[in-house]
């Protein structure tokens, strides 16, 4: 597996992931009209340029997922039990189209589950930084994670 189990991620633990991702103006129309989000500074060029921003604006939350997302393969994947919640997500500054985003993950703190000994909860800081090195999202997210003790019981 790729993602690291409960004992595999430790607190202090700072991934530089290596993925970038170039938002494109398909990606933000795409997730805006899934998700049901009519806001125009997301879909419509015309409002969003009278805008104080003066361009589209994309989605925050296509940005948080993408975020996350770009985490996964380092951290949790295949060795997550699910998502508990993100905390303190921020937006420090805005995201447009063309935006080149870069993550990186630092594991903040971790519990072992005193009721249920093959798991343990996780949480990690999840950070982007557009192409000029500007924060462009934050979040604390807790994650349930497999024990080492249990993989070796299902393998």
Not at 119 to 138: D, I, M, P
Request: hydrophobic share 35%.
């Amino acid at each position: 597996m790729a993602g690291k189990t409960f004992e595999g991620l430790t607190v202090g633990a700072v991934f530089e992931h290596e993925i970038r991702r170039t938002i494109t103006e398909t990606d933000n129309l795409l997730f805006s009209a899934m998700t049901h989000n009519p806001q125009p500074l997301h879909i419509d060029a015309e409002f969003a340029g009278k805008s104080q921003h003066g361009r589209i604006l994309v989605n925050s939350l296509y940005t948080l997922g993408l975020v996350i997302g770009i985490s996964v393969s380092e951290t949790t994947l295949g060795t997550t039990i699910g998502n508990l919640g993100m905390e303190n997500v921020e937006f420090p500054h805005p995201v447009f189209i063309g935006d080149t985003l870069r993550v990186t993950t630092v594991i903040k703190d971790k519990l072992a589950s005193k009721s249920k000994p093959d798991r343990g909860v996780v949480w990690f800081e999840h950070s982007a930084y557009n192409q000029r090195g500007e924060l462009v999202c934050q979040c604390l997210r807790k994650g349930m994670m497999i024990r080492d003790s249990h993989l070796a019981t299902t393998n």
